[in-house]
Nanobody
């Protein structure tokens, strides 16, 4: 069974940092690109970041570019998102997702990030 379990969310003041983690199991993590997606209260999901299988290629939405770093440890089957200089508008449920043939085919349950002003 494919499982993705996010952790690391919490409440932080504006300007603070958080490191999100996503533990993967039930599939060969090293063979899949991975993404982070977020959903703010009352809004639709929006893509945040993407990383290829080896970690050598990374991509970011403009709203986190320069403030966040996606990475992965294939030996630990874990995906990360380091977020710095957090803003209140970053408040959202953050999901990790597996990327397969142009779509995100497996999602975790999400971890909540709340940024206070």
């Amino acid at each position: 069974e494919v499982q993705l379990v996010e952790s690391g969310g919490g409440m932080v003041q504006a300007g603070g940092s958080l490191r999100l983690s996503c533990a993967a199991s039930g599939f060969d993590f090293s063979r899949y690109d991975m993404s982070w997606v977020r959903q703010a209260p009352g809004k639709g999901p929006e893509w945040v970041s993407h990383i290829n299988i080896g970690g050598g290629s990374t991509y970011y939405a403009d709203f986190v570019k320069g403030r966040s770093t996606i990475s992965r440890d294939n030996a630990k089957n874990t995906l990360y998102l380091q977020m710095n200089s957090l803003k209140p508008e970053d408040t959202a449920l953050y999901y990790c997702a597996r990327f397969l043939q142009g779509s995100l085919d497996a999602w975790g349950q999400g971890t909540l990030v709340t940024v206070s002003s």
